[in-house]
């Protein structure tokens, strides 16, 4: 998504969400549950495999899908890191210029766009596609604005199977507050199973575990009464009325990981619009400029230059402890609040910007 107002018209109709349920225990072969448990290892997985959607419902694949179309830059993103990108066919939501990372950004480039938002019903359906992956759980669920969602029938007889990303497609009404990337390693090792990929899949995963427990060690000693209160600033969902990000977004595990705590966290949840008088009750100790990447280094500091002044000349916000210290936190949102592989870079950069002394180095 490449305009936050997109984001933040999808974040009030529930973005990267619809009501799930528990799918069940993880069991072998399971791609879906794994996805959802962030479980087993999936290497040297065979075929056949399953999967399952937000209710339950299993999918089984006999062997790797040759033509995939993705909802969003995030499940594209994923495709690519895997090395599956060259059977991706299409995508809606495409990535904005500058937004997926250097050695991957050539390749999805030259994906076609099939929609610049949800892709259309026909245009989906007759696209020649055997796989979707879903990181909105339900176009449906997006909003008559949106467009209307095809039906199972319909993608049955279009010969599409569906792949959902369980850490977003499902985070809104997740059983339990997101403190960890589990769920997202669980989506990788799920979409690797799927394209025969597991070896990159379990290689992209221990990769993020490294980072991640790295920071672990370093905050080791850090107790919880020390860490700092954090607000993820979306500024291009707009400023009239802030959006938080709740427990059980991606964002949260990110900045639990980093060593400090949501101020917006007993939210249950994914996103919430919420009140300027709600952010300044919470006086969080630092802000993160949450802003999208406008495609260069100008363009974008010039979007957090904007999202600070915001902040430091707004009333409400401007006595601000975080504001008054100028604590702010210059990482864009895309590698915050989307599943993927670099949620594990975020939070050694959040970590490092916090607690210099403790971790030294970030990516």
Not at 64 to 91: C, F, H, Q, W, Y
Not at 99 to 115: F, R
Request: aromatic share 6%; hydrophobic share 40%; proline share 4%.
């Amino acid at each position: 998504m490449r305009s936050r107002v997109l984001c933040g018209m999808a974040a009030a109709v529930a973005l990267l969400v619809t009501g799930c349920g528990s799918g069940g225990s993880a069991k072998s072969g399971d791609a879906g549950a794994t996805a959802a448990n962030g479980g087993a290892s999936s290497a040297a997985a065979a075929f056949p495999v399953k999967v399952t959607d937000c209710a339950g419902k299993e999918t089984v694949f006999d062997s790797a899908p040759k033509k995939i179309v993705t909802s969003n830059a995030s499940s594209l993103e994923m495709l690519l890191k895997l090395g599956a990108g060259d059977r991706v066919i299409g995508t809606g939501f495409p990535p904005g210029k500058g937004t997926l990372p250097a050695d991957v950004a050539d390749a999805g480039a030259k994906v076609p766009v099939l929609g610049d938002m949800v892709i259309p019903k026909e245009k989906l359906l007759g696209s020649g596609a055997d796989l979707y992956v879903e990181t909105f759980a339900d176009m449906g669920g997006m909003g008559g604005g949106m467009g209307t969602a095809p039906t199972a029938q319909e993608y049955q007889a279009a010969g599409i199977k569906r792949v959902f990303l369980h850490s977003t497609a499902c985070a809104a009404t997740a059983p339990t507050t997101v403190r960890d990337l589990t769920g997202v390693e669980g989506d990788i090792k799920s979409l690797g199973q799927v394209t025969g990929t597991s070896a990159k899949a379990d290689a992209l995963v221990a990769d993020m575990e490294k980072k991640v427990g790295a920071v672990k060690t370093a905050l080791a000693g850090v107790a919880a009464d020390k860490r700092p209160g954090y607000f993820f600033f979306d500024f291009d969902a707009g400023t009239k009325q802030p959006m938080a990000v709740g427990n059980r977004q991606v964002a949260n595990a990110v900045i639990t990981l980093a060593g400090a705590r949501n101020v917006f966290g007993d939210v249950d949840g994914d996103f919430k619009p919420v009140s300027w008088e709600d952010v300044v009750a919470r006086n969080p100790d630092w802000i993160q400029l949450g802003v999208r990447n406008r495609g260069s280094d100008a363009e974008n500091k010039k979007a957090f230059d904007d999202a600070e002044k915001f902040l430091r000349e707004f009333p409400a916000t401007k006595g601000l402890k975080a504001v008054q210290e100028g604590h702010f936190v210059r990482i864009g949102s895309e590698v915050t609040t989307i599943a993927g592989t670099r949620n594990a870079d975020t939070v050694q950069q959040i970590a490092h910007t916090l607690f210099p002394d403790q971790v030294k180095d970030a990516q």
